[in-house]
């Protein structure tokens, strides 16, 4: 007789019908009400042992994080907080659990404490939902794709150019760090190195995305990126992953219509898939904003903003325009906001970008035409304005609560103009050869943008910390599990 997850027993009307159900024991009540889970949903099932039923030897192994295997009846429950309870007649504990050494036991565990035994957190309620969600989400950005004709192509780990230019890359060798080959110069000789030459983690697989778009046409990448920033924030990991789409005949705004779609599929998914999870994470962020002040608070409750998305087209303004309102807006007036907006040509920070989307527009914002000078070479050049200023044909959807979420452009096709820009630049043309021959050969326009995964798993879970929407976050001197 096999067992039966613990999600179809909660939704059962099969009583008077005997199951056997597995799971790890949440709580056990007056020797006699387990509480038990499997990981297939947010419930537990209620374990009714009758007294003398079971030898004392069993009974006292019955701890919270042990995993047991119960064979009973599916009675319908006389008490509250539960529709259904197992009467159980055979029990085995399957694995033991030491109270005095387990760390999960039944109360509020903090998020700090909870990184700390990341291998366990899985077993609370919070990561079985954040987790839940994520897997949605996964799942969804495959399926948009795969239903609009995309290729998945699989672009290299481990890679010997920077996409970005920040030169904040995690470096690959095998050499021996305490007896390095140097040249006559006395630098290290990447010559002895497994790759003949230096090599790193990837930032992005973004530039290899465009050698299989400029063939197959529609294309898109989602996987591991690495960046070596040594930073300490609720928004930076070491290691993420990056859904990075690439589009051959597509100029900027066609860019702007698939990604908006792409962000409100792949939501109304994980709205629909997950609604037990995402109202539970919604409960559990009403309840911390209470703990807060009440300018701290979030303004819309957690499928308010999600349904916010979904509600509303995407607004689509100028980088000139917006700096333009935010020059005259209330907080940068009234010096209230961190960064004065005083200039054209400003980076926008998220506290810029949230006012643009929650104050002034009150709905999800794309940002076009950005100055040249403060994004990458790849991106194309417009023309030069009225002015004598240079953009270039960027795009950023900025979303409530967490400013920009997707970052693109229209790509640089023409050969001059890109081999111009690189030598402003100070990338050397001869190492991006390969990449320089989609321009010499059958170049055409083309478009595509950047997903950070865990960037949309926080706004959908609602989560404050990148660190809890990925099960074994990388940063700055951490690296367990």
């Not at 890109?418 to 050869?433: G, W």
Request: glycine residues 6%; aromatic residues 10%; contains cysteine.
């Amino acid at each position: 007789m096999t067992h039966t997850r613990i999600k179809d027993l909660l939704n059962s009307t099969d009583f008077g019908k005997e199951f056997i159900a597995k799971g790890w024991i949440r709580t056990f009540r007056n020797n006699q009400f387990l509480a038990i889970n499997d990981g297939s949903c947010l419930g537990n099932l209620q374990v009714v042992i009758g007294i003398n039923v079971f030898d004392e030897k069993t009974i006292k192994k019955l701890h919270t994080g042990a995993s047991v295997a119960v064979k009973g009846v599916l009675i319908e429950s006389q008490g509250k907080g539960q529709r259904v309870e197992l009467k159980a007649s055979e029990l085995e504990v399957l694995g033991e659990s030491d109270p005095d050494k387990f760390p999960l036991q039944p109360k509020k565990h903090s998020l700090e404490f909870l990184r700390e035994i990341a291998h366990l957190r899985f077993r609370t309620n919070t990561f079985n939902a954040i987790f839940k969600v994520r897997n949605a989400l996964a799942f969804a950005v495959h399926q948009f794709f795969n239903e609009r004709g995309f290729v998945y192509i699989h672009t290299p780990i481990i890679t010997g150019s920077d996409a970005e230019g920040a030169g904040e890359m995690f470096q690959v060798t095998n050499l021996d760090l305490d007896n390095l080959p140097r040249n006559e110069a006395g630098q290290i000789d990447y010559k002895e190195d497994f790759f003949g030459k230096a090599t790193n983690l990837t930032v992005s697989g973004q530039l290899e995305g465009e050698l299989a778009a400029m063939a197959l046409g529609n294309i898109y990448t989602f996987g591991p990126t690495f960046r070596a920033e040594n930073s300490n924030t609720t928004r930076h990991l070491a290691e993420f992953w990056m859904i990075e789409p690439e589009m051959a005949f597509y100029d900027i705004h066609d860019n702007m219509d698939l990604a908006e779609e792409l962000m409100k599929y792949v939501i109304r998914v994980a709205l629909d898939r997950c609604p037990e999870e995402i109202e539970f994470l919604r409960n559990r962020q009403l309840e911390e904003d209470k703990q807060k002040p009440q300018a701290e608070r979030s303004e819309m409750d957690l499928v308010a903003k999600l349904q916010f998305i979904l509600e509303n087209d995407f607004e689509r303004v100028t980088y000139t325009d917006a700096v333009e309102i935010l020059k005259r807006s209330k907080p940068n007036q009234k010096k209230q906001f961190k960064y004065l907006i005083d200039d054209w040509g400003v980076d926008l920070q998220s506290e810029h970008e949230r006012y643009l989307v929650e104050k002034h527009f009150k709905k999800p914002v794309i940002l076009i035409d950005y100055p040249a000078d403060i994004k990458a070479f790849y991106m194309r050049q417009n023309e030069v304005d009225e002015h004598g200023r240079r953009t270039v044909a960027a795009m950023d959807i900025l979303f409530p609560g967490i400013g920009e979420i997707v970052g693109g452009s229209q790509r640089e096709e023409r050969y001059d103009v890109l081999t111009q820009r690189m030598a402003e630049m100070n990338i050397p043309s001869k190492e991006m050869d390969w990449f320089l021959d989609t321009r010499r050969f059958g170049t055409a326009p083309h478009a595509g943008f950047g997903l950070g995964f865990e960037r949309l798993v926080l706004f959908v879970t609602g989560m404050g910390n990148i660190r809890d929407v990925i099960p074994f976050p990388r940063y700055p001197n951490n690296a367990e599990f």
